[in-house]
């Protein structure tokens, strides 16, 4: 009898932490992107009374006899469905429509790896220390970065700065069927205010085993262009279907910082050339390296103007920038000549963001917006720029990641390879501007499993009152 009383204050135990589970899903009833929980119960271990046998010649077989000692809490598992839409009219508030998370965390300059099975090199951070999240609750503070309601850094694929090529011609100049030796040229003019020596990019078909139909495209860059080694080099891989050569009248070329040789990593639009999501003004894509999002910062270089005789200024996109201008400096009577000095060649002043980032000012964007597949936009003096891509992370198995509070979760264990893509790549959806996720926790449902816990907690306690009775009959026996 003494067993059914423990049996009974394990029932007690266990319905007690879900009616815990229960009432903290109906607190977060309103809280944005908020997952419900569910309790599980699993019966503990049994007492064998009498084992099972096999049948024989004299008897039949025998099934075991067990008398268990209650229940247990098996686990508390976050249900992870996509909540409702409410709709806030904040260009920066976002929501994922699908399955991912945002990746959130504190500055780092280098960024972070792009896999959980990849390790940081140099300054880089791993993708684990950052935070996930599915609330995007998302705004610019007062140097224009990118975060989120807890002043923790928005992380996705920042802007950085490419070079526009022009298309030459085509060898052979006709345009029938593209062979092995076709090629076409696409030049980069000189530009004496920028700094800009002129380079010639050659883009050549990769053809399939048959030599029947071409697969993609290399760009390779001539002997020295681009500060390139001698040889022609491969700087970027195009995939056949994103981009056409022979309609294009020109083509952004990435810089050489990051893998950029990859062509799932971006794709080129196919009747400009240009890559997909640029600023309509400037020469400006984004990176495949995991780093936080950020305005624009502008930089007013002292004593220096440009060959307009206006203050010169210069636009870093990001800390890891870098810009060439060509400076003036006025003389006695005002009037303009090349400047000179340390680390100036033919008034040519490079100028790194490293240096002069934490110095510029954030410039005043208007029309922010988040695209659906994460392109974070904004116009400033008549252009449109694109500050970066907000990333998310794809994780496999999403109830594995461990609770933080604050709508945050971290990467724990049995996670399964986090990767951080594009919104809509791999098993993450994509994402809607101007709305945020409600929760997932459905009223009525915790009703009802209120109301069957509080009846298997009362039965559990009845189950302790007639042991109890029983005991007592046991211990008058010998009154009577």
Not at 13 to 25: A, C, E, F, R
Not at 66 to 76: D, E, H, L, N, P
Not at 78 to 92: E, R, S
Not at 451 to 459: E, K, L, V, Y
């Given at each position: 009898?003494?067993k059914?009383?423990?049996a ?18 109906i ?9 419900k ?5 699993a ?12 049948a024989?010649?004299v008897q ?15 686990g508390?598992?976050?249900?992870m ?19 991912g ?9 280098d ?18 220390s ?6 995007g ?23 950085v700065r490419?070079?526009k ?15 092995a030796?076709?090629?076409?040229t ?17 883009v050549k078909?990769v ?16 002997a020295?262009?681009?500060g390139?080694?001698a040889?022609d ?5 195009l ?13 952004y ?21 240009y ?11 984004t ?7 950020q305005?624009?910062?502008?930089y007013s ?12 200024e210069?636009?870093f ?6 810009v060439?201008v ?16 340390d680390?100036?060649t033919?008034?040519v ?6 240096q002069?980032w ?11 917006s ?9 116009v400033?003096?008549?252009k449109l720029?694109t ?18 509070g604050n ?20 098993s ?20 009802t499993d ?12 009845r ?18």
């Amino acid at each position: 009898m003494v067993k059914s009383m423990f049996a009974a204050v394990a029932g007690l135990k266990t319905h007690m932490s879900k009616l815990d589970v229960i009432g903290n899903n109906i607190a977060n009833v309103n809280t944005y992107g908020y997952k419900k929980e569910r309790a599980a119960f699993a019966d503990t271990y049994y007492a064998t009374s009498k084992a099972a046998s096999e049948a024989n010649g004299v008897q039949g077989g025998a099934n075991p006899s067990q008398i268990g000692y209650g229940v247990q809490m098996a686990g508390v598992n976050n249900i992870m469905t996509t909540g409702g839409n409410a709709i806030t009219d904040n260009p920066t508030d976002v929501m994922i429509t699908g399955n991912g998370f945002f990746l959130v965390g504190g500055y780092n300059k280098d960024g972070y790896t792009k896999s959980s099975s990849e390790t940081g090199t140099g300054g880089m951070g791993s993708l684990t220390s950052l935070s996930f999240t599915r609330v995007g609750i998302f705004n610019f503070d007062g140097q224009g970065n990118f975060v989120d309601g807890n002043a923790n850094y928005v992380y996705g694929f920042s802007s950085v700065r490419g070079t526009k090529a022009l298309f030459e011609g085509r060898t052979p100049a006709d345009t029938g069927d593209v062979t092995a030796d076709t090629a076409w040229t696409f030049k980069v003019p000189a530009d004496a205010d920028a700094g800009i020596t002129e380079a010639t990019y050659t883009v050549k078909p990769v053809m399939s085993v048959d030599g029947k139909s071409v697969t993609g495209y290399t760009v390779t860059a001539a002997a020295g262009a681009g500060g390139g080694a001698a040889g022609d080099t491969v700087v970027m891989n195009l995939k056949a279907g994103d981009f056409d050569p022979d309609k294009a009248d020109a083509l952004y070329l990435l810089p050489g910082q990051g893998d950029f040789t990859d062509p799932n990593l971006y794709k080129v639009d196919q009747n400009t050339g240009y890559v997909i999501n640029i600023g309509s003004g400037t020469a400006v894509t984004t990176t495949d390296q995991l780093n936080t999002i950020q305005q624009p910062r502008k930089y007013s270089i002292d004593g220096y103007y440009d060959k307009d005789g206006n203050p010169l200024e210069v636009l870093f996109f990001s800390e890891n920038d870098r810009v060439k201008v060509k400076a003036y400096t006025k003389d006695q009577d005002g009037k303009l000549q090349l400047a000179t000095g340390d680390g100036i060649t033919d008034g040519v002043m490079t100028l790194t963001g490293d240096q002069y980032w934490n110095s510029s000012i954030a410039v005043k964007m208007s029309n922010i917006s988040i695209g659906s597949d994460g392109t974070v936009s904004g116009v400033y003096n008549d252009k449109l720029y694109t500050m970066g891509k907000v990333a998310l992370a794809d994780v496999p198995n999403p109830t594995a990641l461990e609770n933080q509070g604050n709508n945050y979760y971290m990467a724990r264990a049995n996670t399964g390879v986090i990767d951080a893509v594009n919104p809509g790549e791999g098993s993450t959806g994509g994402l809607k501007g101007g709305t945020l996720e409600l929760s997932n926790v459905d009223v009525s449902t915790e009703f009802t499993d209120m109301i069957t816990t509080q009846r298997g907690f009362q039965a559990n306690s009845r189950i302790i009152t007639v042991t109890d009775g029983m005991l007592e009959e046991l211990v008058n026996l010998k009154r009577s």
